[in-house]
């Protein structure tokens, strides 16, 4: 297609540049530098392997702390992302505030940066951090503090999810990203429910009440199959039910 967003990675960063969430996609940062590259060729390979983790975190650390010294203490609007350019990369965000007063310390506010490559449009870019922004800010109920998306981390892992897969962009529409947050995360808890119900079902089977409900439904369906049902068989199709249910509501 004539347009196909693509990203090298999302930050979820607070004011003093730490990374709180975010995901690098295919090989940005993966790569140690060619001096390191030369060295390592020279040395042991398990020592190779045994830094090789260490290395691409330090790599996205010293990435990551020159994005800050950029973005530092300028604050971004929702709808107005403001663009850097790090290490021959586009950085573009929304979010931040400006530094507390009287003191050390950036503000209050997180910023989600989105890492594009040179010839992305800055002006796409720009269009996909606004976004994934406003979804945040909506999962957030307009607080999006540091402590509050270390309060919801899993939601911001999901909004990620939700919004990039491998790097290429899904959606950008900031309440659907929202929407389909929320609904695929009460999915899962409702999956985790069931999963603890049906444990329990099993370990009293032959003891429920009448009124047992899912984990007695699935040991019924299990021991009238004679075994053929597994346990997560009759998870995925609970799970099945409960979608097909969502979707007519």
Known sequence: PPLLPKIDAILVLDGDGNRLAGKYYGDF???????????????????????AAQSV????????????????GIAAKPDAAEVVTVLGKTAVFCGGSAPNQ????????????????????????????????????????????????LDNLELVFLLIDEHCDGGIILETDGHKLSSSVLLRDEQESRMGEMGAEGQGGGAQQGQAPASGGMGMSMGMGMGGMGGDMTIAQALMQARNQIISNLSQS
């Open 29 to 51: 940062m993966k790569a140690a530098s060619p001096s390191s590259a030369d060295n390592g060729a020279n040395g042991a390979d398990t020592s190779d392997n045994a830094t």
């Open 57 to 72: 975190e330090q790599l996205r650390a010293s990435f990551e702390r020159q994005l800050q010294a950029k973005i530092g």
């Open 102 to 149: 009287g003191g050390g310390g950036g503000g209050t506010d997180v910023r989600v940066v989105h890492i594009g490559p040179p010839g992305e449009s800055e002006l796409v870019l720009a269009h996909l951090v606004e976004g994934m922004y406003d979804a945040l800010s909506q999962l957030m109920g307009g607080a999006t503090d540091r402590n509050m998306i």
